[in-house]
């Protein structure tokens, strides 16, 4: 019986699969956690420059970018389990030699030669990870299991930093780094265990694909992205959004600690308690899609994360900062959950990984020079009038929201083939 057609709705948390992949991610999410807070606080503590934060997130960001242009070719090519098994113990030995190498005393130099490499299979991990979701369940249950997931990596996202500025302050950062080292041998533990489904899309495989290269098989993937309306809108707003979005966290970092104060401890907590906006993000998702459909939902969320960081450039306590980037991060959670999901649906499997890979690596082109400028800007200007210019910027991409396809785009697209039909597929193509 086709996985698509199958009336029986088991709870998810009953699939044994997905649940051994459910751990999975929740572990090595946990384990990231640490890292997003140590890898800045490792550097401020060894420079006190919030520039030399921006610039180690600018050199892996752009690792990360140059591996999703053959990221996604490794996942349509080859088992996509195994890949992220790959990845996490790949991710294990490097992170592993931060903690060791501080032993003699700070090391920065290594961290540009760790974190970009750790960010390139972490960005082959996430398309696999994204891709492997179509092969676990129904594709009308795509949007709850993305939910659940988010809904996990949110709750280790908050209880993670926490920890993280525990153990920083007590132990100091490089013992966080050596924890979310640890993660990544749990992560490819569990992910041992689960077993991906076959493509149910029959014998019409791209059989050309073993004789393309690489470039022409990722151009394939971004062909499917450009010539479909509602994807390709949601690529150039994303490149806009997330370059004014990607230093944001170094730079609150650095606000908490420079500008009001705060110890790693008080970092940790802010990090981990705005974190919960994820979570509430997660659990909203579903329904407000249902309701509202995909493209208010997208654009509201959009709207919001903008009003958050306006409001974090005008507060000036702790608490304030928390709730603000609580809300934030609830619109994050929101529109990114929209749009993995949207993916998900109207992509072909054997195309998944390509398009995946051709929407992350195009809208995260900029991330890198936008964490280098806003981490300038921040230390010459201050981080007030940064985050009102950036929010101002990315209440203007919601605004675009409202003149393209995404607009109009509904709340279940897998239920109106005709409204996302692929023009490679369209019959007046």
Request: aromatic share 8%.
């Amino acid at each position: 019986m086709s996985r698509r057609t199958d009336p029986v709705r088991r709870p998810l948390w009953r699939d044994r699969d997905f649940g051994a992949y459910w751990a999975a991610q929740s572990l090595s999410a946990a384990g990231d956690s640490f890292a997003y807070l140590a890898v800045p606080l490792l550097v401020l503590h060894a420079t006190g420059s919030v520039a030399r934060m921006g610039l180690l997130t600018a050199v892996a960001g752009a690792a990360s970018v140059g591996a999703g242009i053959f990221g996604g070719v490794l996942v349509d090519r080859y088992d996509r389990r195994k890949l992220m098994i790959t990845a996490d113990l790949l991710r294990l030995v490097l992170y592993a030699l931060v903690p060791l190498a501080w032993l003699g005393g700070p090391q920065v130099w290594l961290l540009f030669v760790v974190l970009p490499i750790c960010e390139a299979a972490g960005m082959v991990f996430q398309v696999a990870a994204v891709t492997a979701v179509r092969n676990l369940v129904d594709l009308p249950r795509i949007t709850e299991a993305n939910g659940r997931l988010q809904t996990t990596y949110a709750a280790a996202a908050v209880l993670g930093p926490l920890l993280a500025g525990a153990v920083s302050a007590r132990f100091g950062a490089p013992a966080a780094i050596a924890v979310n080292a640890a993660s990544f041998a749990l992560s490819a533990a569990g992910l041992w265990l689960v077993r991906l489904r076959r493509p149910d899309e029959g014998p019409a495989v791209d059989d050309t694909a073993g004789r393309q290269s690489r470039l022409a098989e990722f151009l394939a993937g971004a062909r499917f992205l450009w010539r479909q309306p509602v994807l390709r809108s949601l690529t150039v707003l994303l490149s806009v959004f997330i370059f004014l979005t990607y230093g944001l966290t170094d730079v609150l970092v650095y606000h908490v600690k420079h500008d009001l104060g705060g110890s790693d401890r008080t970092v940790g907590t802010v990090l981990g308690l705005a974190a919960l906006g994820t979570i509430v993000g997660a659990l909203l998702v579903a329904p407000l899609r249902r309701r509202r459909g995909f493209g208010m939902t997208w654009i509201g969320a959009h709207a919001m994360c903008g009003l958050a960081i306006v409001g974090i450039g005008l507060v000036g306590d702790v608490r304030g900062v928390t709730v603000l980037m609580a809300v934030y991060l609830c619109g994050v959670s929101v529109g990114g959950i929209c749009s993995m999901s949207l993916r998900q649906e109207i992509t072909p499997d054997r195309l998944l990984g390509r398009v995946t890979s051709a929407f992350w690596s195009t809208h995260y082109s900029l991330g890198p020079a936008g964490a280098a400028v806003l981490t300038w800007a921040a230390s010459r200007y201050g981080v007030s009038a940064v985050a009102l210019v950036a929010g101002a910027g990315c209440l203007l991409v919601a605004v675009g929201g409202l003149f393209t396809p995404i607009r109009r785009a509904g709340a279940e697209p897998a239920a109106h083939p005709a409204e996302f039909r692929s023009p490679a597929t369209s019959p007046t193509s």
